[in-house]
């Protein structure tokens, strides 16, 4: 299975600038951006042994963090940013990137995995597509394993009005044109579905948008 807006959303077009973008934790997009991504990496705690999926792996800025371990899979749609976290990443060992949608992977992949991490991809997911991408998630991780999500989210459905028109009165207009061309994830029918497939959740928040939730498998 295919997502979607796999295409829409490849981002070989931003790629050369996504990591300065980044940096610019003043936009509400990127608020909270290095603070959700340490805290991806203390959940996920990766021993030497894991095997680590990251899904959605950009230009790699979650992938160089993940300590040393057995292997590490970076799994991105754009070519473009792979070639980036490529050069990052050329120095460790037991490193493989593949190109690919973050669902469609999963028909290409038997792997099973410690830890699955994503950030700041799956919200280009619907929210029927994110529920597929959360079966694959629980099938595939193994007993204990741990999911760790940071991405752009919304507490529930009834706050999402009052969060547009608060960043078009703050001078954001084009954060609330994302909100709705995109599909942020809405945290409590998430945890929900993820507790509901047998996930112990928590989650985190650290920005007006960026938010963290970790499901640990029993």
């Not at 490193?95 to 699955?116: N, S, W």
């Amino acid at each position: 299975m295919r997502s979607q807006h796999a295409d829409t959303f490849n981002h070989d077009e931003d790629a050369a600038d996504y990591d300065a973008d980044v940096l610019n934790e003043s936009h509400p997009i990127r608020a909270g951006y290095e603070a959700t991504l340490a805290w991806v990496i203390e959940q996920a705690e990766v021993q030497p042994g894991d095997v680590v999926l990251d899904l959605g792996s950009g230009t790699g800025n979650l992938s160089v963090r993940v300590p040393d371990c057995a292997d590490l899979v970076c799994v991105d749609i754009s070519a473009k940013m792979t070639e980036i976290a490529r050069d990052k990443l050329y120095q460790r060992e037991n490193v493989r990137l593949i190109q690919a949608d973050l669902l469609e992977f999963f028909g290409q992949d038997d792997q099973r995995y410690d830890a699955i991490l994503s950030t700041y991809a799956v919200h280009h997911l619907t929210d029927d597509e994110k529920l597929v991408l959360f079966q694959h998630v629980w099938e595939r991780l193994n007993p204990r394993g741990r999911a760790v999500f940071g991405d752009l989210m919304v507490e529930n459905e009834s706050v999402l009005d009052e969060l547009k028109a608060y960043f078009r009165a703050s001078g954001h207009p084009e954060v609330a044109v994302d909100m709705d061309e995109e599909f942020f994830w809405r945290v409590e029918p998430s945890v929900m579905a993820l507790a509901d497939l047998g996930f112990d959740v928590q989650t985190e928040r650290f920005s007006d948008l960026s938010w963290g939730i970790t499901a640990r498998k029993p």
